[in-house]
C-alpha cells in the first residue's frame, strides 16, 4: 500500500486510489455526529448557493454552514458538533457546506473511493481502506480554510497512517496533544461563541464511532455520505 499525504483542494484534485479528506475541527465530525444521530442522508455541497438552492428540493433538510468557523445567514445552524446533538433530526437530510472539508469532498473526482476523515471513527476508516487492499492511499489534510495547515488534521492523517502499517499509536497522547495545541483555543474563548467549548470535546473523542463515511452519488446525482459499518474487534482469547 501506497501512502500520500497532502493538502487542501490541490490534494484533493490530485487525489487517486482511496481519498480521505480530512477535516477535524469540525466538519466530519459533525458529519458523522448527524448520521448516528438518524439523518437520513448527508448532503455535502462546496457553494452557499448550491446549499440553499438543495434546500428547495429537500424543504424539510437541515442545513449547516459555515464560513471561517462562523455560521452562515440563513443557515440553521453552524459547523458543531454540539449543535447538530442539539438538534431534532427524526429522520431529516442535512445538507452541509463548509470553508474547508466539503471543498475537498467535492472536488476528489479522479479518486476511485472517496471517505472522511476524523478521529471520532479514524480506526474504522483504517480497517475498512485496509479491506480494500488498495495499490495507493491518498490522505487530504484540509486545514484551516483549505488554506493553512492544523495541527488537528496533520495529527489525523498521521494517525491514519500509521493504522494503516498496522501500528497501535496511543490515543490518549495524541488527544492531550491536541487539547494543548493553538488550534483548540478557539474553543475556549468566549468572544468565539460560534466555537463552542463543547465541540472540543466531542472532535477529540477518538474512535467514538465504529463506521466510515463514504462519498457516492445518490439516484439525483448528488453527493451523500453513507455508512460503511465496521464488524466490531472482538478481544483475542487468552
Known amino acids: 500500500m501506497h501512502i500520500?499525504?497532502?493538502d487542501f483542494v490541490s490534494g484533493a484534485q490530485a487525489a487517486r486510489g482511496v481519498a480521505v479528506i480530512i477535516d477535524v475541527?469540525?466538519?466530519f465530525t459533525v458529519a458523522c455526529y448527524g448520521l448516528e444521530r438518524g439523518a437520513s442522508a448527508l448532503l455535502p455541497?462546496?457553494?452557499v448557493e448550491e446549499a440553499l438552492a438543495l434546500r428547495q428540493q429537500y424543504p424539510?433538510?437541515?442545513?449547516i454552514g459555515e464560513r471561517e468557523g462562523k455560521p452562515l445567514p440563513g443557515f440553521d445552524i453552524g459547523n458543531s458538533p454540539s449543535q447538530i446533538l442539539s438538534t431534532r433530526l427524526n429522520g431529516r437530510p442535512v445538507?452541509?457546506?463548509?470553508h474547508a472539508g466539503t471543498q475537498g469532498l467535492v472536488n476528489a473526482t479522479q479518486a476511485d473511493v472517496v471517505l472522511t476523515g476524523a478521529l471520532v471513527n479514524a480506526a474504522a476508516t483504517a480497517r475498512y481502506i485496509q479491506s480494500l487492499a488498495p495499490e495507493t492511499v491518498t490522505l487530504v489534510r484540509m486545514g484551516w480554510k483549505a488554506e493553512t495547515r492544523t495541527d488537528e488534521d496533520d495529527a489525523c492523517a498521521?494517525?491514519?497512517?500509521?493504522l494503516l502499517l498496522g501500528e497501535t499509536p496511543d490515543t490518549n497522547s495524541l488527544k492531550q496533544q491536541l487539547m494543548r495545541s493553538p488550534c483548540a483555543a478557539r474553543f475556549l474563548d468566549p468572544a468565539q461563541p460560534w466555537n463552542p467549548r463543547e465541540d472540543l470535546g466531542l472532535c477529540l473523542a477518538v474512535n467514538r464511532f465504529n463506521f466510515a463515511l463514504k462519498a457516492n452519488r445518490n439516484s439525483k446525482g448528488q453527493l451523500a455520505l453513507?455508512?460503511?459499518q465496521l464488524p466490531q474487534i472482538c478481544p483475542s482469547p487468552p
Open 95 to 98: 445538507i452541509q457546506t463548509t
Open 4 to 6: 500520500v499525504t497532502t
Open 226 to 228: 453513507t455508512h460503511v
Open 45 to 47: 455541497v462546496g457553494e
Open 25 to 27: 475541527f469540525r466538519a
Open 158 to 162: 498521521e494517525y491514519l497512517h500509521r
Open 60 to 63: 424539510d433538510a437541515l442545513l
